[in-house]
């Protein structure tokens, strides 16, 4: 399987935007349903948007719904993830995962590939 490997993380005042990456390495996102996940200190993992392996379905959990964005480029191997409007609740460890041919759903127990997580932290 795909190795991912998660990039754009940073610190950024609220109401900014950032653009997260995921690159697949050593293989391409064909057939992969991927999604962000993200976790901020003290708390479970949350999910909060998916795109499935046909490149056209997504799902975002309902606190993000009009400010991010998950997107993929083929060409380049990579997922995004646009956030705008950013709130400080935004901030935590953001992970991108994978999973062969997923159904697209925000379980993460569906995902079973995962990168190693990149930092967003929202001030405000």
């Known amino acids: 399987q795909v190795r991912l490997v998660e990039s754009g993380g940073g610190l950024v005042q609220a109401g900014g935007s950032l653009r997260l990456s995921c690159a697949a390495s050593?293989?391409?996102?064909?057939?992969?349903?991927t999604g962000w996940f993200r976790q901020a200190p003290g708390k479970e993992r949350e999910s909060v948007a998916t795109?499935?392996?046909?490149?056209?379905?997504?799902l975002y959990t309902d606190s993000v719904k009009g400010r991010f964005t998950i997107s993929r480029e083929n060409a380049k191997n990579t997922v995004y993830l646009q956030m705008n409007g950013l709130k400080p609740e935004d901030t935590g460890v953001y992970y991108c995962?994978?999973?062969?041919w997923g159904s697209g759903d925000l379980r993460l127990r569906s995902y079973n590939n995962w990168g190693q997580g990149t930092q967003v932290t929202v001030s405000s």
């Open positions: 050593g293989g391409t996102f064909s057939g992969y349903t």
């Open positions: 795109l499935h392996w046909n490149g056209k379905t997504t």
């Open positions: 995962a994978a999973t062969l």
